[in-house]
C-alpha cells in the first residue's frame, strides 16, 4: 500500500546502505620545527553514492555526485604515528533520483559536513591508512519532482528544515610523494 496516496501498489524494495567511492587530492604541512605536532591539510574531493532497487516491476535509483574541498587540522601522537583529525568539508553535488519507473530529473545544489578520524603511518613507508566519517548535509537540489512528488522543494537550515542527509564512513589509502 503507498502510504502517500492509499494505492494498493506491487511490493517495491528498500536500501538502506549504499557504497560510496571517493578520490582525494592534495596537500598536507607537517613541520615539526614550526608547529610542533600539529599537521594541516587541504584537499579537492570528489566521490559518487549510488544506489538502486529493483522489484516486482518497480525500480528506484537514486545517483549523486560529489566535488569539493576539503581542510582538517590533525595531531601527530605516539611516536607521530597516530593522528586524530577534525575539520569541515563541501562542495556542489549533482542529484538524479528515480522512483516507481519514474525519472525526476537530474539538479545541480550544495553539500556540506563536519568530518572526524584518525591516520595511521605505516613505519618506515610512506603510506598511511586512515579511517574518515562525516555526516552530508545536501541542500537546494530543488527541482528533482515526479507525479505527486517533490523532493527537497524548499530547504533551509535548522532542524525542522527539509535537508537530504547521509553519514559516510571512509576507509582511505594514502601515499605522501
Known amino acids: ?33 614550526r608547529w610542533g605536532h600539529w599537521s594541516f591539510d587541504l584537499d579537492f574531493f570528489g566521490s ?35 593522528e586524530p583529525f577534525i575539520g569541515m568539508i563541501g562542495g556542489s553535488v549533482l542529484a538524479n533520483t528515480a522512483s516507481g519507473g519514474v525519472d525526476h530529473g537530474a539538479v545541480w545544489g550544495y553539500w556540506f559536513s563536519p568530518t572526524g578520524g584518525v591516520r595511521y603511518y605505516i613505519p618506515n613507508t610512506r603510506w598511511s591508512i586512515s579511517l574518515d566519517g562525516f555526516f552530508r548535509f545536501i541542500g537546494g537540489v ?31 589509502l594514502g601515499y605522501r610523494f
Open 1 to 33: 500500500m503507498n502510504n502517500r496516496t492509499g494505492a494498493i501498489e506491487s511490493v517495491a524494495g528498500n536500501s538502506n546502505f549504499a557504497v560510496n567511492s571517493a578520490l582525494s587530492f592534495g596537500y598536507r604541512w607537517f613541520d615539526p620545527e
Open 48 to 82: 559518487y553514492m549510488g544506489v538502486g532497487v529493483s522489484g516486482f516491476g518497480m525500480s528506484d535509483h537514486e545517483n549523486l555526485g560529489f566535488l569539493g574541498m576539503r581542510g582538517r587540522v590533525g595531531y601527530r601522537v605516539w611516536h607521530d604515528r597516530l
Open 142 to 172: 530543488n527541482g528533482l519532482s515526479g507525479p505527486g512528488v517533490t523532493i527537497n522543494e524548499a530547504p533551509h537550515a535548522g532542524l525542522g528544515g527539509r535537508w537530504l542527509y547521509e553519514p559516510v564512513g571512509i576507509v582511505a
